[in-house]
C-alpha cells in the first residue's frame, strides 16, 4: 500500500470493534503466536469480550479513532465521509495499544496489585509489584 493511498470507511463501528479485536488479540502475543490466517475475522469468546470492554471501552476507543481520521465533507452534496491512510491506520493501532496498556494498569493499581508513583528525574510514572509479604516500616529519623 502507498501512504498516500487514501480509504473511505464504510461501516465506522464494524471498523472500530474490528480494530479494538485486533488489539486484544495480538496484545503480549509473539510475532510467531499471531495467526495471520484469521486475521480478517477475529471471534471473541463472551469472557474475552467482557474484557476487552473493560480494558478498552468502545467509547473510548471511538473518541481516539474519530480524532486522528481525515474528516472530509463534499462541498455540493455537503455528505461527510471518513478517510484513513497507513499513517493514520498506524497512529490509531498505536493509540490504542497505549491507552489498552494504560487501562490495563490502571486496574492493577486499583486492585492493589502494583504500585505507582512519579519518578521527577525521569519525568514519567513509575510502577512495582506490590510485596504482600513485606510490610513497610516507616521512616524514623
Do not use: C
Not at 480509504?7 to 510475532?31: C, P, S, W
Amino acid at each position: 500500500m502507498n501512504k498516500d493511498e487514501w480509504f473511505v470507511i464504510k461501516d465506522l463501528d464494524m471498523f472500530i470493534d474490528h480494530t479494538r479485536k485486533i488489539i486484544y488479540n495480538a496484545y503480549g502475543k509473539q510475532e510467531e503466536d499471531q495467526d495471520t490466517e484469521s486475521d480478517d475475522i477475529i471471534v471473541l469468546t463472551t469472557k474475552e469480550k467482557e474484557e476487552l470492554n473493560k480494558i478498552l471501552p468502545l467509547n473510548e476507543s471511538s473518541m481516539i479513532i474519530k480524532s486522528l481520521m481525515k474528516h472530509q465533507k463534499n462541498k455540493k452534496t455537503k455528505e461527510r465521509r471518513l478517510l484513513i491512510n497507513d499513517t493514520i491506520y498506524a497512529k490509531i493501532i498505536q493509540s490504542l495499544g497505549d491507552r489498552m496498556t494504560s487501562n490495563i494498569l490502571n486496574g492493577l493499581v486499583n486492585k492493589g496489585v502494583i504500585e505507582t508513583g512519579y519518578d521527577n528525574d525521569i519525568d514519567d510514572f513509575i510502577f512495582w509489584v506490590k510485596d504482600e509479604y513485606k510490610k513497610e516500616k516507616p521512616e524514623t529519623d
